[in-house]
């Protein structure tokens, strides 16, 4: 897996969580992830192609977390996760994904991005289409974990 593709993410990350909700978030230890199982409570999933590679994008939100941002970002705040923010974590991925690609952009990968789709409940999945490694970097808010998933053919 190409570093490149994969600082744009974090970086995209932390500035939208910063900027659109006013929450910091501090990144762990990255790491392989062998399985399929989110590592949270609602995901958003994104796939990614270029003339060069292809790949996916995930985030994944513990509920905690997930209605502060609702909270934070809108002055709602739900009790569980509902539509209203599963719809919030579908936005979340596109923009975090619109500014990595633009990062990519700027380093000559030209990537057409699909829709993305959310997933919540206990112990979903989440399967990337690629055959890269799936890189695994968790971040620790005041509200809760947010992981992020990153795998890309080459």
Same mark, same amino acid.
């Given at each position: 897996?190409?570093?490149?593709?994969?600082?744009?993410?974090?970086?995209?990350?932390?500035?939208?969580?910063?900027?659109?909700?006013?929450?910091?978030?501090?990144?762990?230890?990255?790491?392989?992830?062998?399985?399929?199982?989110?590592?949270?409570?609602?995901?958003?999933?994104? *796939?990614?192609?270029?003339?060069?590679?292809?790949?996916?994008?995930?985030?994944?939100?513990?509920?905690?977390?997930?209605?502060?941002?609702?909270?934070?970002?809108?002055? $709602?705040?739900?009790? *569980?996760?509902?539509?209203?923010?599963?719809?919030?974590?579908? $936005?979340?991925?596109?923009?975090?994904?619109?500014?990595?690609?633009?990062?990519?952009?700027?380093?000559?990968?030209?990537?057409?991005?699909?829709?993305?789709?959310?997933?919540?409940?206990?112990?979903?999945?989440?399967?990337?289409?690629?055959? *890269?490694?799936?890189?695994?970097?968790?971040?620790?808010?005041?509200?809760?974990?947010?992981?992020? $998933?990153?795998?890309?053919?080459?």
């Amino acid at each position: 897996m190409n570093v490149e593709f994969i600082n744009p993410f974090l970086t995209s990350l932390v500035n939208v969580l910063g900027t659109m909700a006013n929450t910091k978030i501090t990144p762990g230890k990255p790491r392989i992830k062998k399985d399929e199982i989110a590592r949270g409570d609602v995901s958003g999933l994104i *796939g990614m192609i270029s003339p060069q590679t292809k790949g996916s994008f995930s985030i994944t939100f513990e509920a905690p977390l997930a209605i502060e941002l609702m909270f934070r970002m809108l002055g $709602e705040r739900p009790k *569980g996760i509902d539509a209203d923010v599963t719809d919030m974590v579908g $936005e979340i991925t596109n923009m975090v994904t619109g500014g990595a690609k633009r990062i990519l952009a700027d380093k000559g990968y030209d990537f057409t991005m699909a829709t993305p789709v959310v997933v919540s409940g206990k112990d979903h999945t989440i399967s990337h289409k690629s055959e *890269g490694a799936k890189i695994l970097m968790p971040f620790d808010s005041d509200f809760g974990k947010v992981h992020i $998933e990153v795998s890309f053919d080459k």
